[in-house]
């Protein structure tokens, strides 16, 4: 069993920023592909990012705009999600994922986290 606990969802102003986190235990995570997927109130669940195992090679969803970054330290099994310039349509529930594949589809990965909340104030 892999557990994935998630941190750092809040309450932030429009155009503030936020760092997620995600840690696992049970397993380690140095070998499997990591992410994040968010889903909003009425909205289907979203691909955001994901970040490789083997190589340093990360794909992002269109809407970030260049605004967030996923990022991974191995040593602490841990992976993170760095968000700037937020916006109101950002606000949603944020999952972290990992898996032995990549992909953008919410059905292809294996575990979930369950879900951190951000919410983006005017």
């Known amino acids: 069993q892999v557990e994935l606990v998630e941190s750092g969802g809040g309450l932030v102003q429009a155009g503030g920023s936020l760092r997620l986190s995600c840690a696992a235990a049970g397993r380690t995570v140095r070998s499997y592909n990591l992410g994040w997927f968010r889903q909003a109130p009425g909205k289907e669940r979203e691909f955001v990012a994901y970040i490789r195992w083997d190589i340093e090679r990360s794909y992002y969803e269109d809407f970030v705009k260049g605004r967030f970054t996923i990022s991974r330290d191995n040593a602490k099994n841990t992976w993170y999600l760095q968000m700037n310039s937020l916006e109101a349509k950002d606000s949603a529930v944020y999952y972290c994922?990992?898996?032995?594949?990549?992909?953008?589809?919410?059905?292809?990965?294996?575990?979930w986290g369950q879900g951190t909340q951000v919410t983006v104030s005017s």
């Open positions: 994922v990992a898996g032995e594949v990549f992909t953008t589809r919410a059905d292809g990965w294996k575990y």
